[in-house]
């Protein structure tokens, strides 16, 4: 089993660019999350899908980031424009709504905006 | 507002001895809580949960104990390793939150130092 696959793993871009960040879940899992880790806040969910629809994204900061799922296999977290504020790791994981509540987390991928 | 909280940001200890890492909450709605483990450049990664309506989950090395009258649960590690040396996550799910489903709300962590 490949785990969860994110990319990319670096992101280095300039304060006002779009930055696409991807995710591949588990195969058969039905729910895939977006986290974001800072010193301060520790780990914050962002969003999360169950069977590809978004039930909760109350953590999302603001209108500049935006999520999709298009397919079960498939998620992308988009922030437009990007500003240096949001420099930080940001992980997906995804689990099985089986009752273990367990999540399975990517590697992360490390966004600086300069 | 942090409902899940990890109060000491490190700990370190020396190897061979017990590790105790600390975790509380304030949401009474919790009923299932969750130690993760990150290592640098990694991902967290599950390492033993339990339910509320247990009080101890042991898994080799690894115990946790929920004491839900205090909201409060801890992860015992004995004897304690240098691969130990992780940064420890503690997480809390509610069935019957709104929007809970298997949603889990992350405290801040607490890094882990194991000496030799």
């Known amino acids: 089993d490949a785990g969860v696959i994110q990319s990319p793993r670096h992101e280095v871009t300039e304060m006002g660019q779009e930055v696409t960040l991807r995710c591949k879940p588990i195969?058969?899992?039905?729910?895939l999350f977006w986290y974001r880790q800072t010193m301060m806040r520790g780990l914050e969910l962002l969003i999360y899908?169950?069977?590809?629809?978004?039930?909760?994204d109350s953590g999302m900061p603001e209108d500049r980031f935006s999520a999709k799922m298009p397919n079960a296999s498939f998620s992308t977290l988009k922030i437009q424009p990007s500003e240096p504020r949001d420099s930080a790791v940001y992980f997906c994981a995804s689990s099985l709504d089986d009752g273990t509540d367990t999540q399975y987390f990517g590697p992360g991928t490390r966004l600086t905006v300069l | 507002d942090q409902q899940v909280k990890q109060n000491s940001p490190s700990l370190s200890v020396q190897e061979g001895r017990i590790s105790i890492l600390n975790c509380d909450y304030t949401?009474?709605?919790?009923?299932?809580f969750l130690w993760y483990k990150k290592y640098p450049a990694e991902g967290p990664t599950f390492l033993i949960s339990i339910s509320s309506i247990k009080d101890k989950n042991e898994d080799g090395r690894f115990t946790v104990f929920l004491n839900k009258s205090a909201k409060h649960l801890s992860l015992h590690i004995v004897p304690s390793q240098p691969g130990d040396s992780a940064v420890y996550f503690c997480a809390a799910s509610g069935r019957g939150l709104t929007g809970g489903g298997n949603k889990l709300t992350f405290g801040t962590g607490t890094q882990l130092k194991v000496e030799l």
């Open positions: 195969s058969g899992h039905n729910s």
């Open positions: 899908f169950n069977n590809n629809v978004p039930i909760d």
């Open positions: 949401n009474s709605m919790f009923d299932y």
